[in-house]
């Protein structure tokens, strides 16, 4: 064989070696396996990339994008809250994309204004309470938790909790920091027991009657409706006269170093869209980001609400500030 046989033989392999690597992304992702595979299987079936899912807790996992620098094999962080999103590309670990598709597709809100990351799903920090103590016309406000006709009737989960850190973020970019700690004091005084690790016992706790009120996910609700219908927990809709409800994301931005940008720019813009965003949405019981996608039966059932519409990038902005405020209102 000659030398050029040998030469195009190697040019050959080369070339199908890219195409092959150009036909993966690497997702490291917050959100777990179950709820995420059969959307990157859906994605692998209709456009023949494979995606390569590394999941884990999202410290752990930003800390492993941030140590492995320009050698990380990610193509796209996912993740839920927009005070990680935040953090991360406060951190450098995120690049700045450009897309019609998702800017189109994602309302303005619900992304980065740098384009660095964009939501995905959303999710309703909401007002639940016992239907069998509490009329949901009693209920009005986040605000009015502090009321004194709750006194000791409200439950919360830990100010620790990067949810309530963002919830109350956002209420300093709505209300300023003094009014927001008059809040916060005012519902840790009418609290009926010590705050909760997570928005599951918390919701038992609910049930049980331990408490009447309280504030969570509401796709945590959804899961004990699913597997008891007749749970004595409802959801109410608060602020709807004025802020909306409390809304997060879960959200997805390509990572600086991304050795698949394109392809990863891809996946996200497919991500947005229609027949996606019903999958992405539904597994986790979260609303579709797209607001021209509509939610899961169990979710339409809740109702139509108004939800905040400041850029869910002021829960990163204020989170440092909201932890400290609520260090000052003794909320623990
Ligand atoms: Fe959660």
């Known amino acids: 064989m000659t030398k050029q046989w040998w030469l195009a033989a190697l040019l050959g392999l080369i070339s199908v070696m890219q195409a092959q690597a150009a036909e993966e992304v ?4 917050a959100r777990i396996e179950k709820l995420i595979k059969p959307i990157f299987d859906a994605y692998t079936k209709e456009t023949g990339v494979r995606i390569k899912a590394v999941t884990g807790k999202e410290g752990p996992l930003m800390e492993r994008l941030k140590a492995e620098g320009a050698k990380t094999p990610a193509d796209i ?20 994309v450009d897309s019609k598709i998702l800017n189109d597709n994602i309302p303005a809100h619900l992304r980065d204004p740098d384009g660095q990351w964009y939501g995905l799903s959303v999710r309703a920090r909401t007002i639940i309470y016992n239907t069998k103590k509490v009329q ?27 949810y309530n850190q963002s919830l109350v973020a956002m209420m300093i970019a709505r209300h300023g920091a003094a009014r927001t700690e008059a809040v916060v004091k005012s519902w840790v005084g009418n609290l009926a027991a010590p705050v909760f690790s997570d928005d ?28 008891d219908p007749k749970l004595p927990v409802a959801l109410f809709w608060p602020n709807q006269q004025d802020s909306g ?9 390509v990572t600086r170093h991304a050795k698949h ?14 027949k996606a965003q019903k999958l992405f949405a539904g597994a986790n019981l979260e609303f579709p980001a797209n607001p021209g996608v509509q939610s899961d039966p169990l979710m339409a059932a809740w109702g139509a ?3 905040d519409d400041i850029n ?9 500030e909201a932890v400290m405020l609520m260090d000052r209102a003794g909320y623990k």
């Open 312 to 320: 869910v990038s002021e829960a990163g902005k204020r989170q440092a």
């Open 261 to 274: 940008p394109d392809a990863a720019l891809k996946l996200l813009e497919w991500l947005s869209s229609d």
């Open 26 to 29: 690497v997702v490291y992702s």
């Open 200 to 227: 599951e016992d918390l919701i038992k706790a609910i049930a049980a009657g331990q408490c009447d009120v309280g504030i969570v996910n509401s796709y945590y609700v959804g899961r004990f409706k699913k597997t």
């Open 77 to 96: 962080l996912l993740t839920v809250d927009a005070g990680n999103l935040w953090q991360a590309a406060q951190q450098g670990l995120l690049a700045m």
């Open 136 to 162: 949901p016309g009693e209920l009005s406000t986040y605000e009015d938790l502090g009321n004194q006709k709750w006194s000791k009737r409200l439950c919360l989960r830990s100010s620790k909790k990067v």
């Open 305 to 307: 609400f108004k939800h």
């Open 245 to 253: 409800v409390h809304v997060n994301i879960s959200g997805a931005g």
